[in-house]
């Protein structure tokens, strides 16, 4: 374990479901982070929060909604997806101000049937 | 904006050999941090080793170490006396240092290493 975990570790869910992931760290970070990791493609960062405050969405669709409540915890909820969401989706935490890189939980593996 | 290039999909090398991994980037800045990080089979990304871009000297942790080449804009990994544990995804990260999206990393598409025994 790195200090930050995510669940559930595999979703399967319909277009019409509503679910969620969760990711938890302890680790007194300040910034905390989604990517969506897909085969044979580099990781796409899809939101980050800042001190709980989101600063950047980058252009993901409004299917994806993440909630970030405090800054030890993170969710994307999910609703209306379709078969591309397909994915791993990685949580990740680190200290903004410094260069330590990030920590990640093992992710989870998603998939829209 | 900053892209990050990994030329090798796929890399093979034989237990106890040592190995190279290439990584090439595209920025303007000139401070700036660059990652390798591995992601074995059970997904965790797991970091391996880090350089600052002022500092010279290659980066090194125990058997995994770094050719920083700056202007060439290369950051390499060399794995010495490969392990069967070695066997993952190798991403290189690239990380500005200020301006607007500061400390967001930016990935290559990754190498698959496999280690023959």
């Known amino acids: 374990e790195t200090g930050v975990t995510q669940t559930p570790r595999h979703l399967v869910m319909g277009m019409t479901n509503k679910k969620s992931l969760k990711c938890e760290q302890h680790?007194?970070?300040?910034?905390m982070y989604w990517y969506k990791q897909s085969a044979k493609k580099p990781l796409e960062l899809m939101f980050v929060?800042?001190?709980?405050?989101?600063?950047e969405n980058n252009s993901v669709p409004s299917r994806f909604s993440p909630e970030c409540p405090n800054s030890s915890h993170l969710f994307l909820h999910l609703h209306t997806l379709q078969p591309e969401d397909s994915a791993l989706y990685l949580c990740?935490?680190?200290?903004?101000?410094?260069?330590?890189?990030?920590?990640f939980g093992s992710g989870t593996r998603l998939t829209v049937v | 904006a900053q892209t990050v290039t990994q030329s090798q999909p796929e890399m093979s090398v034989q237990e106890a050999e040592t190995v190279t991994l290439s990584c090439t980037y595209d920025?303007?800045?000139?401070?700036?941090?660059l990652f390798w990080y591995k992601q074995p089979p059970s997904r965790q990304m797991i970091l391996v080793i880090r350089?600052?871009?002022?500092?010279?000297q290659n980066a090194t942790e125990n058997r995994f170490s770094v050719n920083f080449q700056k202007a060439a804009k290369s950051f390499s990994l060399k794995i010495s006396d490969s392990q069967l544990g070695d066997a993952a995804m190798y991403f290189c990260?690239?990380?500005?240092?200020?301006?607007?999206?500061?400390?967001?990393?930016?990935f290559g598409k990754g190498t698959k290493l496999s280690v023959k025994p």
């Open positions: 929060y800042n001190f709980k405050e989101q600063t």
């Open positions: 920025t303007s800045e000139s401070d700036y941090y």
């Open positions: 990740a935490s680190s200290q903004r101000d410094r260069y330590y890189g990030y920590t």
């Open positions: 350089q600052e871009a002022y500092k010279q």
């Open positions: 990260a690239y990380r500005r240092l200020y301006g607007g999206s500061q400390g967001n990393l930016i």
């Open positions: 680790l007194g970070h300040n910034a």
